[in-house]
Nanobody, 124 residues
Framework: QLQASGGGLVQAEGSLRLSCVASGRAFNSRLMGWFRQAPGKEREFAASINSLGSSSVCAYSVKGRFSISRDNAKNTVYLQMDSLKPEDTADYFC???????????????????WGQGTLVTVSS
């Protein structure tokens, strides 16, 4: 089970940090990702991090502004979002793979578990 939090209303150029706490076992062997879905649009990849936290990928649209990290001791993955833009407004979902998954981290099919969304609204 994944529990995301940290969303809210922020002005453009502001920052937010999303958190996602995972329950269950083998967190430190799971690929973790963040996806987002804006109103009327399809869900899209935002960022991912490998099981050890040694490698991450960010979508081009958020690169340089968003960063993903994880604390395996706390079963938690974070998404730090800086220099937010109105087009970042979306529901943000965290996702976890099955243990030892080694597939495309940007593909939602690589993930097995999904949390509920946390809404981020960026005002201009």
């Amino acid at each position: 089970q994944l529990q995301a939090s940290g969303g809210g209303l922020v002005q453009a150029e502001g920052s937010l940090r999303l958190s996602c706490v995972a329950s269950g076992r083998a967190f430190n062997s799971r690929l973790m990702g963040w996806f987002r879905q804006a109103p009327g649009k399809e869900r899209e990849f935002a960022a991912s991090i490998n099981s050890l936290g040694s490698s991450s990928v960010c979508a081009y649209s958020v690169k340089g502004r968003f960063s993903i990290s994880r604390d395996n001791a706390k079963n938690t993955v974070y998404l730090q979002m800086d220099s937010l833009k109105p087009e970042d407004t979306a529901d943000y979902f965290c996702a976890a793979s099955l243990p030892s998954t080694n597939t495309d981290p940007t593909d939602p099919r690589s993930y097995y578990y999904w949390g509920q969304g946390t809404l981020v609204t960026v005002s201009s």
